[in-house]
């Protein structure tokens, strides 16, 4: 059996020993006998948690990227990369799925990654419940069982002439996974995903005061989680909101990073340590001039994906990210608890 193993590196958790191979690039021009050095992009995942779900199995079999100008660059993996519980790489853990790929140099557009649907491949096991289906839509009906599919992520990005870059996608599955209605027995996996240059991320972390979880307002609900959004909504006069994406629900089969508005880009689990303290994690966070807030709820578990749901949030805190640091945030103000 393959041994997998965690090493950290400038700060961020990768897992290796996943038995990735080198694939070659479709579509841009060989280099023949040239001396110059060639241009490589690695791809890692990473995952925003969800309530209810104890693991997500998920397997890729290839990456396509589309340059600003140019033919498709199709990165297909010799053997298909499974990632046993996307549910583990949480924080700054991160999985590679390919690692210096060989690809033309400049400006890109999007890209595809393409996930193999269906038991055994790509499966979620709830908390309550029995091992079920994960599919990309569409993929669930009959002649697309196990067919893989993709899902593209409009997010530009840049790869150095002559250099490496280092990115990360992280699976939003609090917005991105969800159950059809009447229980059809499987799951989809929908396109929310954020794509960051791991030179440009940091990390916000910190705690929730056992006041806050202790309150009358929390006590009885499930679901502790800290949003995070875009911008300082406080000076910004907004309020959070919850994770439904219009555009995912009405079955578009790409994500534009660019529109979030109020909605959170990306969410942290609370959970409580040895010490009895509450704390969270969210990693990936690329630092920009405009800043973030996050907003903690206690009732995550209530937040549908596919619905526009009323959740409560206790405190909303801007915060500032500078690459390759970690920014800390306390929640502390006591909720109050709505009147009978």
Known sequence: ?????????????IITGLGLTLLTACGGSGGGGS??????????????????IDAVKITFSRID???ASGDVVSLTFDEPVVIPNLLELTGNAASPIISDAV?????????????TGGFPD????PKLGNEADLF???????????????LKLNKSFTVPTGGSADFTIDFVLRKGLTKPANDKGYYLL??????VNNVEVG??????????????????????????YEGDLNANTQVPDDIYDPGINAGSDEVDENVSGQRPISSAEVSQDDTGAYHFEIGFVRATEAGYSVAFTCQSSLDDAASDDDISFTEVIPVMVTAKQTSTVSFSEVPVAPAP
Do not use: E
Not at 35 to 45: E, L, Q, Y
Not at 105 to 110: E, F, K
Not at 204 to 225: E, F, K, L, W
């Open 122 to 125: 790509s499966t979620v096991l």
């Open 190 to 195: 929908r396109p929310a995903m954020r794509l």
């Open 65 to 67: 990227l589309k340059p």
């Open 136 to 150: 990309i839509p569409g993929q669930q009906n009959g002649n697309n069982n196990g067919t893989p599919r993709s």
């Open 103 to 115: 690809v033309p140099a400049g400006d890109y557009q999007w890209l595809r990654i393409f996930v």
């Open 35 to 52: 001396s110059a050095k060639a241009s490589t992009a690695s791809f890692s995942v990473t995952d925003a948690p969800v309530d209810d």
């Open 203 to 228: 990390t916000i972390a910190g705690t929730v005061d056992p006041t806050v979880i202790a309150s009358n307002a929390c006590s009885g609900a499930t679901g502790r989680s800290v949003y995070l």
């Open 1 to 13: 059996m393959m041994n997998t193993k965690l090493s950290r590196i400038a700060g961020y958790s």
